[in-house]
């Protein structure tokens, strides 16, 4: 009969142990190892398949995983996959990105509409640039055309005691957000500002007083973007995407720091004609430094006069979900944008009470 490997291994261990009285102890834990390595041989010899496509499958899984497709920017500053990419001279391989800080920079609306479109030797921005116009000419013009605007203020409704009561279905009050969008059935209509520049037509003599107070006050303040066309906000939205994914930002990373200084599409109160972005002569940008020029304060503190308030104002990023915008006013009506101002509270706030 002829004797296994694993048969001889525990006869030779065994003498051993009978000659080297001292080693005795030892010998058990090596016959139990043995056991052990010569069981496990015998069963992937058994399976040798099976294990086979095992493997097999954990180094195409590592092969693939590990393999990522470069991107390469191409001549004009898109962001290609490399293989539709031509591989000539004005294509380079893409920085390996680790995001550096002024990438993380977050661009305003003029950032990304400023340069697009722009028609040479007007002061006005082409169909997709910002159109800006100086409180003057907006007044001068409202002036010259009378009509413009409902003459109507719509009074807030008030009880038996006189106390103002609110009503969520107030369109002043409309409530749009990254959580509400803009409701199916909301219609209003469009009144000119000047030009092009339109926006709800109820918030036209409110607008026109509030500029007209800033201007008595020696202020000259500049309107910019306040009724924008869905299709316009998509393309706000679109080009800030875009601009952070040239940046080496995956699409889920532009989409949410875009999301934090523009509100998606259909979620923006520029679409309802009840927002204006507002700055003026003396400092024309949407950043954060406008709220430290006199003509931001006023606004933030007056506006409410008029139906106006800040807001997104600084502290309550986590409330509305947008971060600081001092040039940023949307119309409430007089009677709530005085409480909203008054308490240092935001929309969202405001409507939780309602
Ligand atoms: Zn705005």
């Known amino acids: 009969m002829k004797i296994t490997i694993e048969e001889r291994v525990r006869k030779s261990l065994l003498r051993f142990g009978r000659k080297n009285k001292i080693c005795r102890i030892l010998v ?13 041989i015998r069963y992937f010899r058994g399976n040798f398949k099976r294990f086979a496509m095992v493997a097999m499958t954990f180094c195409l899984f590592v092969v693939y995983s590990s393999f990522s497709f470069p991107l390469f920017i191409a001549g004009d500053g898109r962001a290609v996959e490399w293989s539709k990419a031509e591989l000539d001279s004005d294509v380079e391989l893409a ?3 680790a995001l550096r800080p002024e990438d993380m920079e977050l661009l305003s609306d003029e950032d990304v509409l400023s340069d697009y479109d722009f028609v040479e030797g007007e002061t006005v ?54 959580q509400h969008s803009i409701p199916e059935d909301y219609t209003f ?9 339109m926006c709800d037509e109820r918030i036209v003599d409110d607008l026109k007083a509030m500029l007209q107070a800033a201007k008595d006050e020696g202020m000259n303040l500049i309107v910019q973007s306040p009724y924008r066309t869905p299709e316009r906000q998509e ?27 523009v509100n998606i599409p259909g979620s923006s109160e520029h679409e309802i004609g009840l927002a204006l972005d507002i700055t003026c002569d003396n400092y024309e940008d949407l950043t954060e430094g406008f709220g430290d020029t006199m ?4 606004l933030a503190q007056n506006g409410c006069k008029y139906g106006f308030i800040l807001r997104y104002p600084k502290g309550k990023e986590d409330v509305t979900g947008i971060d600081y915008e001092p040039w940023h006013f949307r119309y409430v009506g007089v009677d709530a944008a005085t409480v909203i101002t008054e308490r240092g509270i935001t929309l969202e706030e405001f409507w939780e009470e309602l």
């Open 235 to 261: 393309i706000v939205f679109g080009r800030k995407i875009a601009r952070y994914m040239n940046r080496g930002m995956s699409y889920m990373e532009a989409y949410q720091l875009s999301s934090r200084v």
């Open 125 to 178: 921005h082409g169909m997709d640039g910002v159109i800006k116009y100086e409180a003057e000419d907006i007044l001068e013009a409202l002036e010259a055309n009378g009509s413009a605007g409902s003459t109507v203020t719509e009074e807030t409704a008030r009880n038996e005691s006189g106390e103002i009561i609110f009503d969520k279905n107030d369109w002043r009050l409309v409530l749009t957000n990254k």
């Open 295 to 298: 003509e931001g304060k006023w």
């Open 28 to 40: 058990m834990p090596a016959l139990v190892l043995s056991m052990f390595v010569f069981h496990t």
């Open 95 to 97: 920085p390996e990105s």
């Open 189 to 197: 209509t469009l009144g000119t500002i000047h030009g092009s520049q």
